[in-house]
């Protein structure tokens, strides 16, 4: 029995060193870090995606064919990004990019489209309805309307045989004149992964 303890302690006394030498630390990155060799989603694909959608949206006509036609910048409100793929990806940083870039190129004006913004601005008005200066009050009725809707979905294909596994992501955007509902402007951006696991031999 005594031996037994002996070696008991021991191990109580390892484990306890062991876990005492255990570290934890963070680095901070470039966001062009690359986030991984993976053949799922990353940051870097999301990233790279958005750079050549917003490109084609700017290189495109459709903002200055209405500017020309209206005198006027295009008012664009977001719509949904339906995710299709296999995986979580949250659609709603690809959105905010886009939207942030297409703003600061000074083409277009973004109109708030998400219910949770609406709501807030909702109860902002008929709060100044009921307590602001009647000189001050931004009441309903006097928002802008959006002359188009932008919304896109991500699909993914998945293949796999012999060990190695391509997987395909499609990103999809497109703009609708909310006046004709014509589809005024479209485009895709397309990433191949291809993802090869080897045996283990003992």
């Given at each position: ?46 990233r790279l ?79 100044q309805l ?47 004149d909310l ?24």
């Open positions: 029995m005594g031996r037994f303890t002996s070696l008991f302690m021991v191990g109580l006394l390892f484990v306890a060193i062991v876990g005492g030498c255990s570290t934890y630390s963070v680095k901070r990155v470039s966001l062009d870090t690359e986030g991984g060799v993976t053949d799922e989603w990353t940051d870097t694909d999301a995606t958005a750079e050549t959608l917003i490109r084609k949206a700017l290189d495109s006509n459709w903002f200055s064919d209405f500017r020309n036609t209206h005198s006027r910048k295009a008012v664009v409100v977001l719509g949904q990004m339906i995710n299709r793929s296999d995986q979580h990806i949250n659609t709603h940083i690809f959105l905010n990019h886009f939207q942030d870039s297409l703003i600061n190129s000074g083409k277009v004006t973004f109109v708030a489209g998400e219910t949770y913004a609406r709501k807030q601005a909702e109860a902002e008005r008929k709060y009921e307590h602001a200066r009647a000189s001050t009050v931004h009441g309903p009725g006097q928002q802008t309307g959006a002359d188009f809707l932008l919304t896109g979905s991500i699909n993914s294909f998945v293949a796999s045989r012999d060990g190695k596994t391509v997987r395909f992501y499609q990103t999809h955007l497109k703009a609708i006046t004709t509902n014509e589809i005024i402007w479209s485009a895709e951006y397309r990433i191949k992964k291809i993802a090869h696991q080897s045996g283990y031999s003992f």
